[in-house]
């Protein structure tokens, strides 16, 4: 339903479909105007204890991770633009 309840979109592959990887760099841009009525957040987590990653909340690093990573982006009050696919999460990038 339009402008209400959430929805988890669960990131495990970067954008060429390699596992993430907590010691390589990686990023991931939302794009300008996500489709929420309230609020949208990005939690890590490491796979191997399915814990979230305690970091400083400005500068998030994974470099300490000894296995791989995962990541949940949460949207809360889903908009129209989500729904039809107009606007769209990018990819995790990660750079070698």
Known sequence: MVGQGSQDAVGLLDSQD?????????????LPNAPVKDFWSAIVCDSQTRSMVQTAPDFLQTGSLDKGWNMLFRLSGLLEPWFDKTWTLSGIERFD
Do not use: A, E, Q
């Open 18 to 30: 390699r596992p993430l990887d907590g010691g390589k760099t990686c990023r991931l841009r939302v």
